[in-house]
């Protein structure tokens, strides 16, 4: 296994390089540079003053000119306070340096928000006996990626760093596929089609994204399963990553996810709805996972079949 690049409790020294026009912020500079701390964790080293930029704290938009000498200081990881939980989940795959989880609707992945117990992280640490990975924060070991509370599907968990860093890059540099299934309101006319549209926090409601155009870029390719007499179900194909981004992008065209709270203001997106329909979350399903393991070069490709509360939505609307 190779030596960490980023060892946790040193110093990182970066050395800017001359910079094109428009001048880089400094949280862009450092998550270009240093890709095996996530963006999150780069702007909680920036908060809490242990970037330092020729020797002087900085925040996060500080336009770098160039020569600048850059200084991070990654501490050693907190101590966990979480409690591992016996929560049946359904192991897909495992092996010493990951594992592929298929997670229901209507759990989250790891805490937050005042949210501590009954999550995806709280049953990992009772089912991978503590082979998780740490580099993502204290509060969410061995997550890579993650699915919202109300969307089911396959997920890879990390067991040690070096594979958590491995796989996290492919994700940034989309060697990973991430496929979805989503029921969505209306007919699209398509067969398939891009969806191209920034995505960034909401300008007044600020726990929800929106479609902004200084916001980061997000691409989304969907092609259509099939046509019910007033919805679609179609599959998702994800290049980037962002925070309710296939949600986000199919309610910007019109055709929202069917039983989504958030961004569906039609038929379906009420709590009535999904009761009529028997749905535990909103019709949106990771279905599909492929990567290179980290350790063995071999690519593996994953499928989980659509849960029953979706299947039974879509029978109930044929």
């Given amino acids: 296994m190779e030596e960490d690049l980023f060892p946790d409790g040193e110093n990182i020294v970066l050395e800017v390089e001359s910079c094109q026009s428009p001048a880089p912020r400094l949280d862009q500079y450092l998550a270009e540079k240093l890709r095996d701390l996530s963006r999150s964790r ?17 925040k996060a938009g500080l336009k770098l000119k160039g020569a600048e000498i850059v200084t ?9 306070d979480l409690a591992a939980e016996n929560i049946a989940i359904d192991i897909v795959y495992q092996d010493q340096y990951l594992a592929v989880i298929n997670k229901p609707a209507g759990m989250v992945t790891h805490p937050g928000a005042g949210i501590y117990t009954g999550t995806l992280v709280n049953a990992l640490l009772h089912h991978m006996d503590g082979s998780l990975s740490g580099i993502s924060g204290v509060a969410r070991p061995g997550i890579v990626h993650r699915l919202d509370k109300d969307t089911s599907g396959l997920l890879v968990i990390a067991k040690e760093d070096q594979a958590h860093r491995n796989l996290a890059a492919q994700i940034h540099n989309k060697e990973a596929r991430r496929t979805y299934m989503a029921l969505v309101e209306g ?4 067969d398939s089609a891009t969806i191209a549209k920034n995505i960034g926090r909401h300008p007044t409601k600020r726990k929800q994204m929106a479609i902004v155009e200084s916001g980061r870029t997000a691409v989304s390719h969907y092609r259509v399963i099939s046509r019910l007499a007033k919805y679609t179900l179609v599959q998702v194909q994800l290049e980037t990553g962002r925070t309710h981004q296939i949600r986000v992008h199919m309610a910007s065209i019109g055709h929202p996810v069917v039983g989504d709270l958030v961004y569906n203001s039609k038929a379906t997106g ?47 609307l044929h």
């Avoid at 991070?72 to 966990?80: D, N, Q, R, S």
């Avoid at 007919?187 to 398509?190: A, G, P, S, T």
């Avoid at 999904?274 to 990771?286: D, E, N, P, S, V």
């Fill in 42 to 58: 780069i702007q909680k080293l920036i908060d809490e003053g242990l970037v330092l930029v020729n020797e002087k704290t900085a």
């Fill in 72 to 80: 991070v200081t990654v501490p050693p990881p907190e101590a966990l």
């Fill in 270 to 316: 009420s709590e009535s709805a999904r009761r009529k329909l028997g749905l535990k979350g909103h019709a949106l399903h990771a279905f599909q996972l492929t990567f290179t393991h980290p350790a063995t070069g071999v690519l593996l490709e994953f499928e989980a079949p659509l849960p029953a509360d979706f299947k039974a939505a879509l029978d109930h």
């Fill in 187 to 190: 007919v699209l006319k398509q």
